[in-house]
């Protein structure tokens, strides 16, 4: 029979077991770091009317889109959970309670050329907070303490989060009477850790732009305002009373710090950075990204911000609300990339791996039950190969035991537990067996999936 | 602004939070289960090239696949977890260790008639134990332990694994020399519950499929073993030393029985069936099927088997296998319709709701720092709402605890837990609170998302 040369689409990751294994840890890390702060999680669906996923989209997004007909019907894969959510609630609207949080960790779709790094299906891990009509301020001062919890707990030490607040950047650019300029201004600013200060002002007062000096001067003296958050603050609060929408967000960005210690959030992993805009129309509020310290090349690993209106394509009900996403698959492929992934967590799929070394297996898989019974992973080996051959497989699949269990052994009632990492091997009977394994995984069970290397 | 009317496609599942919750605490109890059994957790594309997904499918499937064209690739969805199992293993068969043995949950496609209960957008949740060339018969023995395990886990108690072995139906025929004729006569004795063995016996003797009388009267004989697992076997006995396929067949049903016990399946929960064939090319040994003993009429909800070759149309290599679906999407929604869900399960997202009475909000979300610390969901409510209106919302999340901290709370350093089921009130200190919280969510931590109505 001719065969059909097996391959996975290039911009698809399809991971072996072990890295699988570190995978599947830190998802389910990610979700029991939002549960603890009550998020519920959420599942939509992957495929979505066309004219619903994109009542908003358009440009970049509408290219780079999975559309295809089925029957009659227009559709496309999500490019984002955000769109989706959008639809739910606005579905959903009377059946929620709010402030409706939720949490997703689903597959995301854009055909992007194809390059290292770059994927096309890749995993989104998002919150959100959404309010009816109304949303405190509180739940944008929360968002720091999740992004710490979250990446702490995945073994992620060196990092910070930086945040801003959109009404202080509107306002200060309403204050210079350049509102309908701050999205050009704003551009050109980003560019200042490239071509300096001299550019960027060259640039502010030229022809496209066409600041005055002064106002160019004003811009640059704002966007340096740097130092620990107090000397930040400080600074700001020099720009106090000339414009209510940049006193509100001062207002909101005090709040959000005064209770960063509340919420559990060292100082030096949370930093107030002017810099920080992201997207121009979306976000409204407090705006978030987040950066390995020893990294900071990677760019933002977990980004997001407050917005007013999430379901305005569907609904006119006003919906404001606050998130962050974490781009999973590329932090993945990052975190290997740097080796930054700990090589010691036990991805075997079997704490106890039972060769059996009689012909009736009774015996044997009566205590791989026990074992299962106990909670213990356990895998019975009964192949007929060698003796050699049974220990490579083990090797193979980093099981931290085996357990050897042939006429003596049964007679006596017990089994041979072999620690494959230290070698020593012990005849123990069914509860000290247990006891043994269950101490051993309850001591390697704080493993974290990420180790930084040392610097 | 217009807006788009928000809808979700017909034959994707998309569920209210309460639900989700259940379903997520189904595949996480799912994903434990398989894991006591070392099974390695695998996640696969849903999108694949056309040519690799569809190397073998055709007919129905072909029909029922979403396939289109990004750019120059012909892509589809994938219809199953198998045939991109058999991909998976084909392409990375030299980093693999045999038996190699994955579960996977995940969705698949399948662009069906819509109708109420059939969905097109469906989790499957597979298990398989492949071998490079060989696979010992143990690994099919120890397929309705994992059954067993599995739906006792969700809370299920009124089902039945139903098990037959292929070899014994082939060898059967071809005792008969009907071998190219079983595909038809098994279609025909498969009307038997329908039509009566009369009518069967017509058909069986009729122009079409052309038997004598003689071998229809061996076929009704031998289809109407019945009886407990003993008669069924001993019955069985009486056939053996005719055919080779036979023989072999029966001693493997018996290993599959004589090891039940000590795999720790009660015998009233697994029957012989001889009936039980499932598809006619694919399963070559034991097959499975299990019913809920309560509602058969909703047919299989694990089924699987025993095949010889998984990755034929990849490779030359030999890859037999055992493996077992669960339809979780169809199984969830059937259980929701028969009221087989657990409606007792907290599906609130949070623990404890922290209810504010004061301006400064610091000693609140210190106290749900510390809670969270502790491994406690906790919600903090800041909206600035009617005392009611937060009881209300509460009551509506189904959150067991509130949690109410007003000044005199905050001077005597305790807070007001109130037990929102027993509507009892406490002031307690932090580590009462903790206390109180984990022994209540340890009682209730046993919680199945299934529970059977009293018959």
Redesign the interface.
């Given at each position: 029979?001719a065969?059909?040369?097996?391959?996975?689409?290039s911009g698809?990751?399809?991971?072996?077991?072990a890295p699988?294994?570190q995978?599947?840890r830190m998802a389910e890390l990610l979700r029991r770091s939002y549960?603890?702060?009550?998020?519920?999680?959420?599942?939509?669906?992957?495929?979505?009317?066309s004219?619903?996923l994109l009542?908003k989209a358009g440009g970049e997004t509408e290219k780079q889109i999975?559309r295809?007909?089925?029957?009659d019907?227009d559709?496309s894969l999500r490019f984002d959970l955000t769109v989706p959510l959008a639809?739910?609630v606005?579905?959903?609207y009377a059946?929620?309670?709010f402030?409706f949080?939720?949490f997703q960790i689903g597959?995301v779709?854009r055909?992007e050329r194809a390059q290292r790094g770059r994927f096309?299906?890749f995993y989104q891990a998002d919150i959100d907070v959404i309010?009816d009509g109304?949303?405190?301020i509180?739940?944008e001062a929360?968002i720091p303490?999740i992004i710490y919890?979250t990446f702490t707990t995945l073994g992620l030490n060196r990092f910070q989060i930086r945040v801003n607040n959109r009404k202080i950047l509107n306002g200060f650019y309403a204050m210079l009477g350049l509102s309908d300029r701050a999205g050009d201004v704003m551009r050109t600013v980003d560019k200042l850790p490239k071509i300096g200060a001299g550019k960027v002002r060259d640039m502010l007062t030229g022809e496209e732009i066409g600041l005055t000096g002064g106002q160019a001067d004003e811009i640059l003296k704002f966007i340096s305002i740097t130092g620990s958050n107090n000397d930040v603050l400080s600074a700001l609060e020099e720009y106090k009373g000339r414009h209510e929408l940049f006193d509100q967000g001062l207002d909101e960005l005090n709040t959000v710090v005064?209770?960063l210690s509340?919420?559990?959030v060292p100082g030096e992993y949370f930093a107030v950075d002017l810099t920080i805009a992201r997207g121009l129309d979306y976000y409204t509020g407090t705006v978030y990204e987040t950066f390995m310290t020893s990294h900071p090349e990677i760019g933002s690993i977990c980004s997001g911000g407050r917005y007013d209106n999430l379901?305005?394509?569907?609904?006119?009900k006003q919906l404001p609300g606050v998130g962050i996403s974490i781009g999973l698959t590329r932090l993945f492929y990052v975190l290997e990339e740097q080796g930054c992934l700990n090589d010691d967590m036990i991805t075997a799929?079997?704490d106890v791996?039972v060769l059996p070394m009689t012909e009736d297996?009774?015996?044997a898989?009566?205590l791989a039950?026990q074992l299962?019974?106990a909670?213990?992973?356990?895998?019975?080996?009964?192949?007929?190969k060698k003796f050699k051959q049974k220990m490579s497989?083990a090797d193979?699949?980093g099981v931290p035991y085996i357990l050897l269990l042939g006429e003596d052994e049964i007679t006596q009632g017990k089994a041979s537990l072999k620690d494959m990492r230290s070698g020593e091997q012990e005849l123990l009977d069914t509860g000290e067996i247990i006891d043994r394994v269950r101490l051993s995984l309850a001591n390697s069970g704080a493993q974290r999936p990420i180790r930084e290397k040392e610097e």
């Open positions: 029979m065969k059909q040369k097996p391959r996975t689409l698809f990751m399809e991971l072996l077991p699988q294994t995978f599947e549960a603890l702060y009550g998020f519920t999680p959420l599942d939509t669906p992957i495929i979505e009317a004219e619903v009542a999975y295809f007909s089925k029957g019907s559709l639809k739910y606005a579905l959903h059946d929620l309670s402030p949080r939720r597959k779709y055909g096309r299906e309010g109304k949303l405190d509180v739940n929360e303490a919890q005064k209770y509340a919420f559990g379901s305005e394509y569907y609904t006119d799929p079997a791996l297996l009774s015996p898989i009566a039950t299962r019974a909670g213990i992973r356990t895998q019975l080996y009964t192949e007929q497989y193979k699949l």
